[in-house]
């Protein structure tokens, strides 16, 4: 299964902090059996079978609950999908020192390649010019 890092955090820190907050619910975040990675698989397959595309937070959220409360439940197989978190993402000075330095290379190469085709079209103006053959 492979899903974004993004959503599998967003779900886990909800329900660390579910098991912080909730005395009932800490020890039953703690059984053996169950895990982060389950929990995804169970909540996409649940999505999927619904045929909806979009889904709230506290949808999503009850379902990862609700995964966690149930001890026969059925998980099903693992899914290939995609999933768009709507959540903004704080990125580090690091990321977003690289992600500008991507940027402004990919700006120059870009420009680069408009400067090249520019003088190419020049230089096989000049020739044509050059290469007509005049009577006078």
């Known amino acids: ?8 955090s967003t ?3 909800y329900l660390d902090n ?18 982060i990675d389950n929990c995804i ?11 909806c595309c979009g ?13 966690y409360q149930e001890d026969n439940i059925e998980v099903g197989s693992p899914l290939k999908c995609n999933v768009v978190v709507n959540h903004h993402v704080e990125l580090s000075e690091e990321e977003k020192k690289a992600a500008r330095e991507a940027a402004i290379k990919k700006l120059q190469e ?3 390649a408009k400067l090249k085709k520019r003088q190419q079209a020049k230089r096989e103006n000049n ?9 006078f």
């Open 1 to 8: 299964m492979k899903v974004s890092e993004q959503f599998k």
């Open 11 to 13: 779900i886990k820190a």
């Open 18 to 35: 579910m098991a912080a907050v909730d005395s009932l619910f800490a020890p039953v975040y703690q059984k053996p059996t169950k895990n």
């Open 41 to 51: 698989t169970y909540i996409l397959n649940q999505v999927k079978k619904s045929g």
């Open 55 to 67: 889904f709230s937070d506290d949808e999503i959220f009850g379902m990862a609950l609700h995964y």
């Open 110 to 112: 870009e420009e680069l």
């Open 127 to 135: 020739t044509e010019v050059q290469t007509q053959l005049t009577l």
